[in-house]
Protein backbone atom coordinates (compact mmCIF):
# COMPACT_ATOMS: atom_id res chain seq x y z
CA UNK A 1 0.00 0.00 0.00
CA UNK A 2 0.75 3.59 -0.85
CA UNK A 3 0.96 6.15 1.67
CA UNK A 4 0.80 10.13 0.76
CA UNK A 5 0.21 13.32 2.49
CA UNK A 6 -0.90 16.07 0.24
CA UNK A 7 -1.47 19.78 0.86
CA UNK A 8 -5.05 20.81 0.15
CA UNK A 9 -6.94 23.22 1.64
CA UNK A 10 -10.74 25.22 0.83
CA UNK A 11 -12.08 24.74 -2.79
CA UNK A 12 -9.33 22.51 -3.47
CA UNK A 13 -10.77 19.55 -1.56
CA UNK A 14 -13.50 19.12 -4.31
CA UNK A 15 -11.12 19.11 -6.73
CA UNK A 16 -8.56 16.11 -5.56
CA UNK A 17 -7.98 13.57 -8.25
CA UNK A 18 -8.85 9.96 -6.23
CA UNK A 19 -11.57 7.29 -7.14
CA UNK A 20 -13.06 8.23 -3.87
CA UNK A 21 -12.96 11.24 -1.54
CA UNK A 22 -13.61 9.99 2.54
CA UNK A 23 -14.64 13.21 4.75
CA UNK A 24 -14.36 12.36 8.61
CA UNK A 25 -16.43 15.33 9.66
CA UNK A 26 -17.35 15.32 13.86
CA UNK A 27 -20.15 17.26 15.80
CA UNK A 28 -19.22 20.72 16.66
CA UNK A 29 -18.16 21.19 13.09
CA UNK A 30 -19.49 19.56 10.48
CA UNK A 31 -17.20 22.04 7.78
CA UNK A 32 -14.48 21.32 5.67
CA UNK A 33 -13.85 24.54 4.06
CA UNK A 34 -15.03 23.24 0.45
CA UNK A 35 -18.45 25.32 -0.54
CA UNK A 36 -19.20 21.43 -2.97
CA UNK A 37 -18.26 18.95 0.06
CA UNK A 38 -19.53 21.10 2.80
CA UNK A 39 -23.05 21.43 0.32
CA UNK A 40 -23.72 17.74 0.14
CA UNK A 41 -22.96 17.53 3.90
CA UNK A 42 -25.32 20.14 4.34
CA UNK A 43 -28.05 18.76 2.68
CA UNK A 44 -27.80 15.38 3.68
CA UNK A 45 -28.05 16.42 7.49
CA UNK A 46 -31.02 18.32 6.82
CA UNK A 47 -32.77 15.68 4.56
CA UNK A 48 -31.76 13.15 7.55
CA UNK A 49 -29.97 11.39 4.90
CA UNK A 50 -27.09 11.49 7.76
CA UNK A 51 -26.53 12.33 11.38
CA UNK A 52 -23.37 13.53 12.65
CA UNK A 53 -23.43 10.76 15.50
CA UNK A 54 -20.52 8.53 15.70
CA UNK A 55 -20.62 5.23 13.35
CA UNK A 56 -22.88 7.09 10.65
CA UNK A 57 -21.87 7.13 6.99
CA UNK A 58 -23.32 7.64 3.96
CA UNK A 59 -22.22 7.16 0.20
CA UNK A 60 -22.82 8.93 -2.39
CA UNK A 61 -22.49 7.75 -5.95
CA UNK A 62 -21.37 10.80 -8.51
CA UNK A 63 -21.93 13.62 -6.46
CA UNK A 64 -22.44 17.21 -8.09
CA UNK A 65 -19.07 19.09 -7.52
CA UNK A 66 -16.98 16.84 -6.66
CA UNK A 67 -14.29 15.71 -9.17
CA UNK A 68 -13.83 11.92 -7.58
CA UNK A 69 -16.65 9.38 -8.64
CA UNK A 70 -17.42 8.36 -5.27
CA UNK A 71 -17.77 10.38 -1.91
CA UNK A 72 -18.16 9.13 1.75
CA UNK A 73 -18.94 11.49 4.79
CA UNK A 74 -18.69 9.40 8.11
CA UNK A 75 -18.88 10.77 11.42
CA UNK A 76 -16.61 11.03 14.37
CA UNK A 77 -17.58 10.65 18.01
CA UNK A 78 -15.20 13.73 18.77
CA UNK A 79 -11.35 14.73 17.47
CA UNK A 80 -9.44 12.17 18.66
CA UNK A 81 -7.36 9.61 17.00
CA UNK A 82 -9.19 7.01 18.29
CA UNK A 83 -12.37 8.35 17.09
CA UNK A 84 -11.00 9.10 14.03
CA UNK A 85 -9.95 5.54 13.72
CA UNK A 86 -13.77 4.28 13.95
CA UNK A 87 -15.35 6.56 11.37
CA UNK A 88 -12.42 5.13 8.88
CA UNK A 89 -13.36 1.34 9.68
CA UNK A 90 -16.61 2.75 9.26
CA UNK A 91 -16.51 4.15 6.22
CA UNK A 92 -14.11 1.74 4.91
CA UNK A 93 -16.92 -0.99 4.74
CA UNK A 94 -18.88 1.32 2.79
CA UNK A 95 -16.07 1.24 -0.41
CA UNK A 96 -14.77 -2.24 0.27
CA UNK A 97 -16.56 -4.09 -2.31
CA UNK A 98 -16.43 -0.82 -4.76
CA UNK A 99 -13.59 -0.44 -7.30
CA UNK A 100 -11.26 1.96 -5.23
CA UNK A 101 -8.09 1.89 -6.20
CA UNK A 102 -6.67 5.23 -4.82
CA UNK A 103 -8.43 7.07 -1.96
CA UNK A 104 -8.18 10.02 -0.17
CA UNK A 105 -9.22 11.31 3.34
CA UNK A 106 -9.84 15.00 4.39
CA UNK A 107 -10.24 15.73 7.96
CA UNK A 108 -12.86 18.33 8.83
CA UNK A 109 -12.69 21.64 10.84
CA UNK A 110 -11.61 20.62 13.92
CA UNK A 111 -9.93 17.72 13.47
CA UNK A 112 -6.46 18.34 13.71
CA UNK A 113 -4.34 15.92 12.21
CA UNK A 114 -1.22 15.24 14.33
CA UNK A 115 1.20 11.89 13.88
CA UNK A 116 -1.76 10.02 16.02
CA UNK A 117 -4.59 10.62 13.40
CA UNK A 118 -2.25 9.36 10.33
CA UNK A 119 -1.05 6.72 11.78
CA UNK A 120 -4.69 5.50 13.13
CA UNK A 121 -5.37 6.03 9.32
CA UNK A 122 -2.77 3.29 8.42
CA UNK A 123 -3.99 1.15 10.83
CA UNK A 124 -7.51 1.22 10.32
CA UNK A 125 -6.72 0.44 6.57
CA UNK A 126 -4.53 -2.11 7.12
CA UNK A 127 -7.00 -4.01 9.82
CA UNK A 128 -9.83 -3.74 7.40
CA UNK A 129 -8.25 -5.10 4.27
CA UNK A 130 -6.35 -8.07 5.94
CA UNK A 131 -7.96 -11.06 4.63
CA UNK A 132 -6.48 -14.96 6.02
CA UNK A 133 -6.14 -16.93 3.19
CA UNK A 134 -3.05 -19.60 3.78
CA UNK A 135 -5.08 -22.31 4.30
CA UNK A 136 -8.23 -21.25 2.44
CA UNK A 137 -7.93 -21.05 -1.08
CA UNK A 138 -12.04 -19.93 -1.44
CA UNK A 139 -10.98 -16.85 0.69
CA UNK A 140 -12.32 -13.30 -1.01
CA UNK A 141 -10.07 -11.50 -3.27
CA UNK A 142 -8.21 -8.69 -1.86
CA UNK A 143 -9.50 -5.36 -2.76
CA UNK A 144 -7.82 -3.39 -5.69
CA UNK A 145 -7.06 -0.62 -2.87
CA UNK A 146 -3.20 0.68 -3.22
CA UNK A 147 -3.25 4.10 -2.29
CA UNK A 148 -4.63 6.27 0.50
CA UNK A 149 -3.76 10.00 0.52
CA UNK A 150 -4.27 12.24 3.07
CA UNK A 151 -4.84 15.56 3.06
CA UNK A 152 -4.10 18.36 5.18
CA UNK A 153 -2.04 21.53 5.59
CA UNK A 154 1.27 22.46 5.49
CA UNK A 155 1.73 23.03 9.09
CA UNK A 156 -0.03 19.05 9.36
CA UNK A 157 2.42 17.56 7.22
CA UNK A 158 5.66 16.94 9.10
CA UNK A 159 3.53 15.07 11.79
CA UNK A 160 1.30 13.57 9.29
CA UNK A 161 4.06 12.41 7.18
CA UNK A 162 5.92 11.10 10.84
CA UNK A 163 2.43 9.07 11.22
CA UNK A 164 2.05 8.17 8.31
CA UNK A 165 5.73 6.08 7.96
CA UNK A 166 5.13 4.68 11.77
CA UNK A 167 1.97 3.74 11.04
CA UNK A 168 2.97 1.30 7.83
CA UNK A 169 5.74 -0.10 10.30
CA UNK A 170 3.62 -0.99 12.82
CA UNK A 171 0.67 -2.42 10.41
CA UNK A 172 3.44 -4.62 8.71
CA UNK A 173 4.17 -6.00 12.02
CA UNK A 174 0.60 -6.37 13.33
CA UNK A 175 -0.09 -7.99 10.22
CA UNK A 176 3.02 -11.08 10.54
CA UNK A 177 1.69 -11.09 14.00
CA UNK A 178 -1.84 -11.78 12.79
CA UNK A 179 -1.06 -14.02 10.11
CA UNK A 180 1.27 -16.17 12.79
CA UNK A 181 -1.68 -16.45 15.10
CA UNK A 182 -4.00 -17.34 12.57
CA UNK A 183 -2.01 -19.99 10.80
CA UNK A 184 -3.36 -23.41 12.26
CA UNK A 185 -1.06 -25.34 14.77
CA UNK A 186 -0.30 -27.92 12.14
CA UNK A 187 1.54 -25.85 10.38
CA UNK A 188 2.62 -22.80 12.76
CA UNK A 189 4.88 -25.05 14.67
CA UNK A 190 7.97 -24.10 16.67
CA UNK A 191 10.06 -25.12 13.84
CA UNK A 192 8.01 -22.76 11.67
CA UNK A 193 8.26 -19.89 14.01
CA UNK A 194 11.85 -20.24 14.18
CA UNK A 195 12.04 -20.15 10.54
CA UNK A 196 10.42 -17.04 10.78
CA UNK A 197 12.56 -15.31 12.80
CA UNK A 198 14.94 -16.43 10.42
CA UNK A 199 13.86 -15.15 7.75
CA UNK A 200 12.93 -11.68 9.10
CA UNK A 201 16.77 -11.60 10.25
CA UNK A 202 17.70 -12.08 6.53
CA UNK A 203 15.23 -9.35 5.43
CA UNK A 204 16.67 -6.65 7.73
CA UNK A 205 20.63 -6.34 8.48
CA UNK A 206 20.14 -4.45 11.58
CA UNK A 207 18.18 -7.87 12.97
CA UNK A 208 20.39 -11.12 14.22
CA UNK A 209 18.30 -14.15 14.83
CA UNK A 210 19.62 -17.28 16.83
CA UNK A 211 17.84 -20.37 17.31
CA UNK A 212 19.00 -22.46 19.96
CA UNK A 213 17.81 -26.63 19.87
CA UNK A 214 16.94 -29.18 22.53
CA UNK A 215 20.57 -30.61 23.48
CA UNK A 216 21.50 -26.54 24.15
CA UNK A 217 18.47 -25.92 25.98
CA UNK A 218 19.40 -29.20 28.24
CA UNK A 219 22.76 -27.67 28.74
CA UNK A 220 21.36 -24.46 30.09
CA UNK A 221 19.39 -26.55 32.91
CA UNK A 222 15.85 -25.08 31.31
CA UNK A 223 14.30 -28.05 32.50
CA UNK A 224 11.39 -26.16 33.54
CA UNK A 225 10.84 -25.40 29.81
CA UNK A 226 11.85 -28.68 28.49
CA UNK A 227 9.21 -30.05 30.44
CA UNK A 228 6.50 -28.90 28.58
CA UNK A 229 7.90 -30.62 25.23
CA UNK A 230 7.49 -33.99 26.73
CA UNK A 231 4.54 -35.18 25.23
CA UNK A 232 4.94 -33.89 22.09
CA UNK A 233 6.59 -35.00 18.52
CA UNK A 234 7.40 -31.45 17.32
CA UNK A 235 10.88 -30.01 18.73
CA UNK A 236 10.89 -27.11 20.78
CA UNK A 237 13.05 -24.27 19.65
CA UNK A 238 14.42 -21.21 21.55
CA UNK A 239 14.60 -17.77 19.27
CA UNK A 240 16.57 -15.19 20.21
CA UNK A 241 16.32 -11.87 18.05
CA UNK A 242 19.29 -8.98 18.50
CA UNK A 243 18.24 -5.53 17.11
CA UNK A 244 21.13 -3.11 17.66
CA UNK A 245 20.02 0.31 17.19
CA UNK A 246 21.69 1.84 20.19
CA UNK A 247 25.36 2.78 21.36
CA UNK A 248 26.74 -0.95 22.57
CA UNK A 249 27.15 0.19 26.11
CA UNK A 250 23.63 0.89 26.57
CA UNK A 251 21.33 -1.91 28.08
CA UNK A 252 18.51 -3.58 25.69
CA UNK A 253 15.29 -3.61 26.33
CA UNK A 254 14.18 -7.34 26.59
CA UNK A 255 11.06 -8.71 24.64
CA UNK A 256 10.02 -12.45 25.85
CA UNK A 257 7.29 -13.63 23.84
CA UNK A 258 5.35 -17.15 25.02
CA UNK A 259 5.35 -19.41 22.33
CA UNK A 260 3.00 -22.34 22.55
CA UNK A 261 1.60 -23.15 18.95
CA UNK A 262 -0.76 -25.82 20.81
CA UNK A 263 -2.13 -25.86 24.37
CA UNK A 264 -4.00 -28.97 24.95
CA UNK A 265 -3.29 -28.74 28.67
CA UNK A 266 -1.35 -31.88 28.04
CA UNK A 267 -2.28 -34.70 30.82
CA UNK A 268 -4.21 -31.87 32.60
CA UNK A 269 -6.35 -31.94 29.21
CA UNK A 270 -9.04 -28.85 28.24
CA UNK A 271 -12.67 -29.92 27.99
CA UNK A 272 -12.81 -29.96 23.80
CA UNK A 273 -15.13 -27.13 23.06
CA UNK A 274 -13.08 -23.90 21.71
CA UNK A 275 -10.17 -26.14 21.90
CA UNK A 276 -9.12 -25.28 18.58
CA UNK A 277 -8.35 -21.40 19.88
CA UNK A 278 -5.50 -22.59 21.52
CA UNK A 279 -3.46 -22.35 18.41
CA UNK A 280 -3.50 -19.25 19.35
CA UNK A 281 -1.22 -19.66 22.43
CA UNK A 282 2.01 -18.26 20.30
CA UNK A 283 0.48 -14.74 20.46
CA UNK A 284 2.91 -13.48 22.76
CA UNK A 285 6.04 -14.98 20.06
CA UNK A 286 3.96 -13.50 17.29
CA UNK A 287 3.69 -9.98 19.19
CA UNK A 288 7.45 -10.18 19.67
CA UNK A 289 7.93 -11.01 16.09
CA UNK A 290 5.58 -8.04 15.02
CA UNK A 291 7.04 -5.21 17.35
CA UNK A 292 10.86 -6.61 15.92
CA UNK A 293 9.45 -6.59 12.22
CA UNK A 294 7.80 -2.80 13.03
CA UNK A 295 10.96 -1.69 14.68
CA UNK A 296 13.82 -2.98 12.40
CA UNK A 297 11.41 -1.07 9.82
CA UNK A 298 11.75 2.47 12.11
CA UNK A 299 15.41 1.90 12.77
CA UNK A 300 15.08 3.78 16.28
CA UNK A 301 18.36 4.21 18.47
CA UNK A 302 17.93 0.75 21.09
CA UNK A 303 18.73 -2.11 21.32
CA UNK A 304 15.96 -4.34 21.88
CA UNK A 305 16.40 -8.45 22.65
CA UNK A 306 13.73 -10.55 21.91
CA UNK A 307 13.41 -14.03 23.54
CA UNK A 308 10.45 -16.66 22.50
CA UNK A 309 10.50 -20.05 23.58
CA UNK A 310 8.26 -22.41 21.63
CA UNK A 311 7.08 -26.16 22.14
CA UNK A 312 3.55 -27.72 21.80
CA UNK A 313 1.90 -28.66 24.75
CA UNK A 314 0.67 -32.37 24.60
CA UNK A 315 -0.67 -35.28 26.38
CA UNK A 316 0.88 -38.73 25.50
CA UNK A 317 3.10 -41.61 27.49
CA UNK A 318 5.77 -39.05 27.46
CA UNK A 319 4.07 -36.24 28.83
CA UNK A 320 5.00 -34.60 32.60
CA UNK A 321 2.22 -35.77 34.80
CA UNK A 322 0.59 -33.08 37.78
CA UNK A 323 3.12 -33.80 40.80
CA UNK A 324 5.87 -34.40 38.67
CA UNK A 325 9.05 -31.89 40.09
CA UNK A 326 10.96 -30.23 37.41
CA UNK A 327 14.20 -28.09 38.10
CA UNK A 328 14.24 -24.55 36.44
CA UNK A 329 17.41 -22.62 35.07
CA UNK A 330 17.15 -20.43 38.23
CA UNK A 331 17.52 -23.68 40.16
CA UNK A 332 13.87 -22.94 41.43
CA UNK A 333 12.30 -26.64 42.03
CA UNK A 334 8.73 -26.47 40.83
CA UNK A 335 5.98 -29.36 41.00
CA UNK A 336 3.92 -29.34 38.30
CA UNK A 337 0.54 -29.52 39.68
CA UNK A 338 -1.19 -28.63 36.57
CA UNK A 339 0.12 -29.33 33.14
CA UNK A 340 -2.26 -27.04 31.91
CA UNK A 341 -0.67 -24.09 33.45
CA UNK A 342 2.23 -24.62 31.19
CA UNK A 343 3.08 -20.80 29.69
CA UNK A 344 4.63 -19.69 33.03
CA UNK A 345 7.07 -23.48 33.12
CA UNK A 346 8.17 -21.92 29.83
CA UNK A 347 8.88 -18.68 30.76
CA UNK A 348 10.11 -18.44 34.08
CA UNK A 349 13.36 -20.31 32.03
CA UNK A 350 13.13 -17.51 29.57
CA UNK A 351 13.26 -14.73 32.12
CA UNK A 352 16.13 -16.11 33.77
CA UNK A 353 18.27 -16.59 30.48
CA UNK A 354 17.22 -12.66 30.28
CA UNK A 355 19.51 -12.07 33.07
CA UNK A 356 22.44 -12.23 30.95
CA UNK A 357 21.52 -9.48 28.71
CA UNK A 358 21.76 -7.06 31.53
CA UNK A 359 18.73 -5.29 30.42
CA UNK A 360 17.55 -2.01 31.05
CA UNK A 361 13.63 -3.69 31.14
CA UNK A 362 12.50 -6.97 30.88
CA UNK A 363 8.65 -7.37 29.25
CA UNK A 364 7.02 -10.39 28.82
CA UNK A 365 4.27 -11.00 26.65
CA UNK A 366 2.11 -14.07 27.00
CA UNK A 367 -1.69 -15.84 26.49
CA UNK A 368 -1.24 -16.69 30.26
CA UNK A 369 -4.39 -17.36 32.08
CA UNK A 370 -8.12 -18.19 31.38
CA UNK A 371 -8.40 -15.50 34.78
CA UNK A 372 -6.95 -12.43 32.83
CA UNK A 373 -10.30 -12.93 30.19
CA UNK A 374 -12.28 -13.27 33.25
CA UNK A 375 -10.93 -9.72 34.98
CA UNK A 376 -10.59 -7.42 32.01
CA UNK A 377 -12.92 -9.01 28.94
CA UNK A 378 -11.76 -8.12 25.65
CA UNK A 379 -10.57 -4.84 25.62
CA UNK A 380 -7.10 -4.09 27.85
CA UNK A 381 -4.79 -6.54 28.19
CA UNK A 382 -3.39 -7.35 31.86
CA UNK A 383 -0.55 -5.32 32.66
CA UNK A 384 1.67 -6.49 36.13
CA UNK A 385 4.69 -4.97 37.51
CA UNK A 386 6.81 -4.35 40.71
CA UNK A 387 8.22 -1.49 38.82
CA UNK A 388 5.68 1.41 38.50
CA UNK A 389 7.91 3.71 36.19
CA UNK A 390 7.66 0.64 33.90
CA UNK A 391 4.27 0.13 34.39
CA UNK A 392 3.59 3.70 33.54
CA UNK A 393 5.68 3.78 30.55
CA UNK A 394 3.67 0.96 29.40
CA UNK A 395 0.46 1.93 29.96
CA UNK A 396 1.07 5.37 28.33
CA UNK A 397 2.30 3.47 25.55
CA UNK A 398 -0.53 1.67 25.12
CA UNK A 399 -2.93 5.11 25.18
CA UNK A 400 -0.95 6.61 22.45
CA UNK A 401 -0.88 2.77 20.57
CA UNK A 402 -4.16 3.10 20.99
CA UNK A 403 -3.49 -0.67 22.25
CA UNK A 404 -4.51 -0.30 26.38
CA UNK A 405 -3.39 -2.02 28.88
CA UNK A 406 -4.76 -1.99 32.38
CA UNK A 407 -3.21 -2.28 35.44
CA UNK A 408 -3.36 -5.40 38.03
CA UNK A 409 -1.60 -6.20 41.28
CA UNK A 410 1.37 -8.61 41.99
CA UNK A 411 1.77 -8.41 45.66
CA UNK A 412 3.73 -11.22 47.00
CA UNK A 413 0.58 -12.02 49.48
CA UNK A 414 -0.99 -13.20 46.18
CA UNK A 415 1.55 -16.26 46.30
CA UNK A 416 0.89 -18.57 49.49
CA UNK A 417 -0.92 -20.47 47.40
CA UNK A 418 2.18 -21.57 44.93
CA UNK A 419 3.81 -23.07 48.40
CA UNK A 420 4.39 -26.85 47.69
CA UNK A 421 5.68 -29.43 50.29
CA UNK A 422 7.87 -31.30 47.65
CA UNK A 423 9.85 -28.22 45.70
CA UNK A 424 10.47 -24.50 46.30
CA UNK A 425 6.91 -23.79 44.64
CA UNK A 426 3.88 -24.83 42.75
CA UNK A 427 2.59 -23.80 39.26
CA UNK A 428 -0.29 -23.12 39.92
CA UNK A 429 -2.31 -21.24 43.24
CA UNK A 430 -6.19 -21.40 43.49
CA UNK A 431 -8.48 -20.95 41.21
CA UNK A 432 -9.12 -17.27 42.56
CA UNK A 433 -7.23 -14.34 41.36
CA UNK A 434 -5.57 -16.62 38.89
CA UNK A 435 -3.86 -14.05 36.46
CA UNK A 436 -2.25 -12.28 39.31
CA UNK A 437 -1.01 -15.55 40.89
CA UNK A 438 0.41 -16.50 37.50
CA UNK A 439 2.15 -12.95 37.73
CA UNK A 440 3.62 -13.64 41.30
CA UNK A 441 4.92 -16.81 39.84
CA UNK A 442 6.67 -14.95 37.05
CA UNK A 443 7.90 -12.21 39.26
CA UNK A 444 10.22 -15.35 41.42
CA UNK A 445 12.58 -15.37 38.67
CA UNK A 446 12.58 -11.47 37.32
CA UNK A 447 14.63 -10.18 40.42
CA UNK A 448 17.79 -9.04 38.81
CA UNK A 449 16.26 -6.39 36.19
CA UNK A 450 13.07 -4.28 35.95
CA UNK A 451 10.18 -6.37 35.05
CA UNK A 452 6.79 -6.53 33.60
CA UNK A 453 4.06 -8.82 32.26
CA UNK A 454 1.45 -8.39 29.73
CA UNK A 455 -1.36 -11.05 30.01
CA UNK A 456 -3.06 -10.79 26.59
CA UNK A 457 -5.30 -13.98 27.25
CA UNK A 458 -8.19 -11.55 26.08
CA UNK A 459 -6.42 -9.35 23.48
CA UNK A 460 -4.80 -11.49 21.49
CA UNK A 461 -7.63 -12.96 19.11
CA UNK A 462 -10.83 -12.82 18.80
CA UNK A 463 -14.00 -15.69 18.81
CA UNK A 464 -16.80 -16.20 17.34
CA UNK A 465 -17.93 -14.85 13.57
CA UNK A 466 -14.44 -12.94 13.51
CA UNK A 467 -12.02 -15.54 14.95
CA UNK A 468 -9.03 -14.77 14.81
CA UNK A 469 -5.36 -12.66 15.36
CA UNK A 470 -5.56 -9.48 16.71
CA UNK A 471 -1.73 -8.61 16.58
CA UNK A 472 -2.14 -6.80 19.60
CA UNK A 473 0.09 -5.90 21.63
CA UNK A 474 2.24 -4.99 18.81
CA UNK A 475 1.60 -1.33 18.98
CA UNK A 476 2.05 -0.90 22.33
CA UNK A 477 5.46 -2.40 22.60
CA UNK A 478 6.67 -0.97 19.87
CA UNK A 479 5.18 2.54 20.67
CA UNK A 480 6.88 1.74 23.83
CA UNK A 481 10.22 0.92 22.46
CA UNK A 482 10.31 4.14 20.31
CA UNK A 483 9.53 6.53 23.32
CA UNK A 484 12.26 4.38 25.51
CA UNK A 485 14.73 5.28 21.96
CA UNK A 486 13.77 8.77 22.13
CA UNK A 487 14.41 8.83 25.77
CA UNK A 488 17.45 7.34 25.60
CA UNK A 489 16.68 4.79 27.89
CA UNK A 490 16.31 7.63 30.89
CA UNK A 491 13.63 6.68 32.36
CA UNK A 492 14.71 3.07 32.27
CA UNK A 493 17.95 2.16 33.37
CA UNK A 494 19.60 -0.74 34.30
CA UNK A 495 19.90 -2.58 37.94
CA UNK A 496 22.68 -3.96 39.32
CA UNK A 497 22.57 -8.07 38.11
CA UNK A 498 22.52 -10.64 40.58
CA UNK A 499 23.17 -13.70 37.95
CA UNK A 500 26.10 -14.56 40.31
CA UNK A 501 24.35 -15.22 43.50
CA UNK A 502 21.64 -16.97 41.20
CA UNK A 503 24.44 -19.59 39.47
CA UNK A 504 24.81 -20.37 42.64
CA UNK A 505 22.04 -21.08 43.61
CA UNK A 506 21.46 -23.56 40.85
CA UNK A 507 24.51 -25.45 41.57
CA UNK A 508 22.84 -26.69 44.60
CA UNK A 509 20.23 -28.55 43.37
CA UNK A 510 19.54 -32.16 42.72
CA UNK A 511 19.66 -33.02 39.10
CA UNK A 512 16.13 -34.39 37.35
CA UNK A 513 15.55 -37.92 36.19
CA UNK A 514 16.79 -38.08 33.05
CA UNK A 515 14.05 -38.15 30.35
CA UNK A 516 13.92 -40.44 27.89
CA UNK A 517 13.50 -39.36 24.47
CA UNK A 518 9.93 -40.13 22.96
CA UNK A 519 10.02 -42.12 19.93
CA UNK A 520 8.21 -40.27 16.96
CA UNK A 521 8.96 -42.59 14.06
N1 LIG B 1 -3.17 -20.71 27.32
C1 LIG B 1 -3.90 -20.86 28.51
C2 LIG B 1 -4.61 -19.58 28.93
C3 LIG B 1 -5.86 -19.24 28.18
C4 LIG B 1 -7.02 -19.93 28.40
C5 LIG B 1 -5.88 -18.17 27.32
C6 LIG B 1 -8.18 -19.57 27.74
C7 LIG B 1 -7.03 -17.80 26.68
C8 LIG B 1 -8.19 -18.52 26.88
C9 LIG B 1 -2.98 -21.26 29.65
O1 LIG B 1 -1.92 -22.07 29.32
C10 LIG B 1 -3.82 -22.03 30.62
O2 LIG B 1 -4.27 -23.09 30.27
N2 LIG B 1 -3.99 -21.49 31.81
C11 LIG B 1 -4.80 -22.11 32.79
C12 LIG B 1 -4.10 -21.95 34.11
C13 LIG B 1 -4.70 -22.77 35.22
C14 LIG B 1 -4.48 -24.23 34.98
C15 LIG B 1 -4.06 -22.34 36.52
C16 LIG B 1 -6.15 -21.43 32.80
O3 LIG B 1 -6.21 -20.22 32.61
O4 LIG B 1 -7.15 -22.12 32.94
MN1 LIG C 1 -2.46 -24.14 29.33
ZN1 LIG D 1 -1.27 -21.91 27.40
Given at each position: MDYRYTVAQGPALSQINADALLVILCSDHATTGDPAVDALAQEALASRD??????KVLYLHR???????RLVLSAAADSSAKAFKAAVVKALAAI??????HLAVIAGAGLTLDAAHAQALVLAVADVGYVYRHTKP????????HKVTLVGTTDQAAGAKAGLSQGQAVAHGVTLARELGNRPANYCTPTFLAHEAKRLGKEFKHLKVDVLERAALEKLGMGSFLSVTNGSAEPPKFIILRYEG???SQAPIVLVGKGI????????IKP??????????MGGAASVLGTFRAVAELKPKVNLIGLIPTCENMPSGTATKPGDVVTSMSGQTI???????EGRLILCDALTYAERFKPAAVVDIATLTGACVVALGHVHSGLFSTDDELAQALLAAGQQAQDTAWRLPVDD????????NFADLGNVGGREGGAITAAVFLSKFTKSYRWAHLDIAGSAWKSG?????????VGLLTQFVLTQAEAGNAAIQARPSETSKRAKLAAKVAKPAARVPRKTA
Amino acid sequence: MDYRYTVAQGPALSQINADALLVILCSDHATTGDPAVDALAQEALASRDWDLKAGKVLYLHRPVGVKAPRLVLSAAADSSAKAFKAAVVKALAAIKERDVAHLAVIAGAGLTLDAAHAQALVLAVADVGYVYRHTKPSAPKASGLHKVTLVGTTDQAAGAKAGLSQGQAVAHGVTLARELGNRPANYCTPTFLAHEAKRLGKEFKHLKVDVLERAALEKLGMGSFLSVTNGSAEPPKFIILRYEGGAKSQAPIVLVGKGITFDSGGISIKPGAGMDEMKFDMGGAASVLGTFRAVAELKPKVNLIGLIPTCENMPSGTATKPGDVVTSMSGQTIEVLNTDAEGRLILCDALTYAERFKPAAVVDIATLTGACVVALGHVHSGLFSTDDELAQALLAAGQQAQDTAWRLPVDDEYGESLKSNFADLGNVGGREGGAITAAVFLSKFTKSYRWAHLDIAGSAWKSGGAKGGTGRPVGLLTQFVLTQAEAGNAAIQARPSETSKRAKLAAKVAKPAARVPRKTA
